[in-house]
């Protein structure tokens, strides 16, 4: 059979392929270089960043690892927007795929000022960071409320003609709710998940293994559970999800595509292997041309049940 | 053995990504050492002329075909200073077996190989100039001193080696006497450094008081001080060496990405830029560069 399709399209954005590397993960798409050639992915998300720069957390004991995964509590450490755009985004535009900026804010407003800013840039689209669990404002105050995702998903709208992507925290009750009021507010895609409220403990101590105190659990650890926060918003919006949250492998990935996602990103993981979102794809494009399979799109939510 | 070619200081790190190879690294060597310290040789030929001491790699400790598999621990590289390198293939690393990771690595056969990401982070910097060097190494900051010491002997400085531990027990390898089934190093001595070893009952603090000691043999120009240990250590030279010594020293920090992406393992620093990644900014600072305050607090 021929080469399978791997075309994803996202609002306006398309993409070469469904694989991409997640927001917080990369940096801002430098320090990297040289370790594989991330231009051969679908989309690279480069860290979060605010209207000002922001120091982040305190330092020291800002990330543990705990089974199967990692918690972090950086607390948005960024350069600012205007920094991105003049310093950052030129290299990162050179890997000569999508680069999607994610962005936050304290307000919708300030939502809105980062959307706008970034309308006239190389980037192929915007996420929208509402769910971050270390900041106090902003972040996921967002996130865990419907209205809320609604209200600073359509000041970006208003904002932008790029793809708004928000980017779903699965610390809420009813996460398909969240994403069905992102979706009636103008978004082109949702992505999920971000990383789970999450504590540990030193039981000598008594202190917790983070300086903040909790942080964000990402890895392995919370694969199935993505997965199935994908698979129920899958289930409620039409427009495209890309899932994420733990993904170490192409089997994985292809569980998040089976349940709903047009795409798929990876984070943690590419701490370990730089290299993993391209052992993801080549074991993708394997995946279907064993089960003659000619797009991506017709493995997507083709969930047997 | 020289090497003209690494002999220009290292000098800040890459504008561009890390400048770091993924490499698969046989093990040649691995030998347990006293105080639970462990040795590996490694065969890495293209981390052999790009390493500067000070440098890391990045290891994951799971056999290289795993990586494929998420593990349960340590899914996360670890770092591991450079301890000594033998041109012109190989390159030593020597830990503290302590977590997940050093026990994955101990137990290591020779033959096994490792994925490597390194030589990372920014090295010390050496000047051709160079007339005294004093090197200040205590307890972790032992792991480093070889290949340091080895350089600054290079320079054709004289160069006196300051080692501290907490005990005469916890010291892994042959520094000023003989001590059987422990010369696994090579001698320092022998390398051309005077050596002093002290044993230390308070962490970091007489290893100061002798490095104090030694500032009467520094020549006014030329002279440079270099220390890796704990924090307490490294503060405490960096007060006392003021503006009129050069003073490098090389922090530790808990790491995730290793590379300065993820901003884990930042420090404070004295700069406009705030925080500092010690993956990648350092792990070698000028000691003027840190807030000392802040960190040690």
């Keep these: ?305 | 053995m020289t090497h003209p070619e690494d002999a220009s200081p290292p000098g800040p790190p890459p504008s561009s990504g890390s400048g770091a190879l993924r490499l698969q690294a046989r093990i040649l060597e691995s030998e347990s050492l006293p105080a639970a310290h462990h040795r590996l040789l490694l065969r890495a030929p293209q981390i052999v002329p790009r390493a500067q001491p000070g440098q890391f790699l990045h290891i994951w400790c799971h056999p290289p075909d795993e990586i494929e598999r998420p593990p349960c621990a340590a899914i996360l590289r670890r770092p591991y200073s450079i301890a000594r390198l033998v041109p012109p293939e190989e390159v030593e690393i020597l830990f503290r077996v302590r977590g997940t990771g050093g026990r994955l690595l101990a137990a290591k056969a020779v033959g096994d190989s490792l994925d490597v990401i390194g030589p990372l982070g920014r090295g010390f910097s050496i000047s051709p100039d160079l007339r005294v060097a004093i090197v200040v190494a205590g307890g972790v900051g032992l792991a480093p001193a070889p290949f340091l010491v080895g350089r600054l002997v290079e320079t054709r400085a004289r160069v006196i080696l300051l080692a501290g531990a907490e005990t005469d027990d916890k010291i892994p390898f042959r520094v000023d006497r003989p001590r059987p089934g422990r010369a696994t190093l090579p001698d320092l001595e022998a390398l051309g450094a005077e050596v002093t070893f002290a044993s230390e009952s308070v962490e970091g603090i007489l290893i100061t008081a002798v490095a104090e000691a030694r500032f009467g043999e520094l020549p006014e120009e030329n002279a440079a001080m270099f220390a890796i240990g704990p924090r307490a250590m490294l503060r405490r030279l960096a007060e006392v060496t003021g503006t009129h010594i050069p003073l490098q020293v090389s922090l530790e920090e808990r790491m995730a990405c290793g590379l300065g992406a993820c901003r884990s393992c930042v420090v404070p620093t004295t700069g406009q830029s705030g925080y500092q990644t010690v993956c990648r900014d350092g792990p070698v600072f000028d000691a003027s560069e840190i807030d000392w305050e802040r960190l040690t607090s």
């Design chain 1, 1 to 305: 059979m021929s080469t399978p399709d791997l075309t994803v399209r996202i609002g306006a954005m398309t993409m070469k392929n469904p694989v991409m590397i997640a927001s917080g993960i990369f940096g801002y798409g430098d320090e990297f270089r040289g370790l594989a050639d991330y231009g051969d992915l679908g989309a690279l998300v480069l860290k979060t960043i605010t209207p000002e720069p922001r120091p982040g957390n305190p330092p020291a004991h800002r990330t543990v690892e705990t089974p199967g995964g990692m918690l972090n509590a950086i607390g948005l450490e960024n350069v600012g927007l205007e920094a991105f755009v003049r310093d950052k985004l030129p290299a990162a535009l050179e890997y000569g795929t999508n680069i999607i900026a994610s962005i936050a804010g304290d307000t919708p407003e300030q939502f809105a000022d980062c959307a706008r800013a970034l309308d006239g840039s190389e980037v192929a689209a915007i996420e929208m960071n509402i769910s971050c669990p270390n900041v106090k404002k902003g972040g996921m105050a967002f996130g865990v409320d419907a209205e809320a995702s609604a209200e600073v998903t359509a000041a970006a709208r208003a904002a932008t003609r790029k793809p708004i992507i928000p980017k779903l925290t699965p610390n809420v009750t009813d996460i398909a709710a969240v994403a069905v009021a992102c979706e009636k507010a103008g978004a082109d895609a949702v992505s999920l998940i971000n990383t789970f409220s999450a504590m540990a403990i030193d039981v000598e101590t008594r202190r917790p293994l983070l300086a903040a105190g909790t942080g964000g659990l990402s890895g392995p650890a919370i694969r199935p559970a993505a997965v199935c926060r994908v698979y129920q918003v899958a289930q409620a919006v039409n427009v495209p999800v890309i899932g994420m949250g733990g993904i170490w492998n192409a089997s994985d990935a292809l569980e998040f595509i089976i349940a709903g996602a047009s795409a798929v990103a990876v984070g943690t993981a590419l701490y370990a292997d730089p290299s993993v979102a391209h052992r993801v794809l080549a074991g993708i494009r394997g995946y279907l041309e064993r089960h003659a399979i000619e797009s991506i799109e017709h493995l997507v939510g083709s969930l047997q049940l």
